[in-house]
């Protein structure tokens, strides 16, 4: 299974960016996806998570109301669409699949794992 993440970069506060992680090698619809972020000297958590049919969905409450997670299971394709951007959101964005039904939130659970897209938040 490959992963491929896209779409960081550097953009300023309150801009908005989207996200796109490509899957190949597994049936897409059988993964569940999350997206990860890691800042230098910090743990790596959750920013978003959503279940293989994109019915159900979960956010931290420091993202919650600006990031939004999607997925097209017919393009095999998984989105995080971010709005209203804040330095504190400067991080290496990664994202994660892993089989399951339900949406996992513990990096440990994804078994399968993007290179990382760097975001940078001017202030």
């Known amino acids: 299974v490959q992963l491929q993440a896209s779409g960081g970069g550097l953009v300023q506060t309150g801009d908005s960016l989207r996200l796109s992680c490509a899957i190949s090698?597994?049936?897409?619809?059988?993964?569940?996806m999350g997206w990860f972020r890691q800042a230098p000297g910090k743990d790596r958590e959750i920013v978003a998570a959503?279940?293989?049919?994109?019915?159900?969905?979960h956010y931290p409450n420091s993202v919650k109301g600006r990031f939004t997670i999607s997925r097209d299971n017919a393009k095999s394709t998984a989105y995080l669409q971010m709005n209203s951007l804040k330095p504190q959101d400067t991080a290496t964005y990664y994202c994660?699949?892993?089989?399951?039904?339900?949406?996992?939130?513990?990096?440990?659970?994804?078994?399968?794992w993007g290179q990382g897209t760097q975001v940078t938040v001017s202030s």
């Open positions: 090698g597994r049936t897409f619809s059988d993964l569940v």
């Open positions: 959503i279940n293989w049919s994109g019915e159900n969905t």
């Open positions: 994660a699949a892993t089989q399951a039904r339900a949406y996992r939130i513990v990096p440990s659970d994804y078994d399968y």
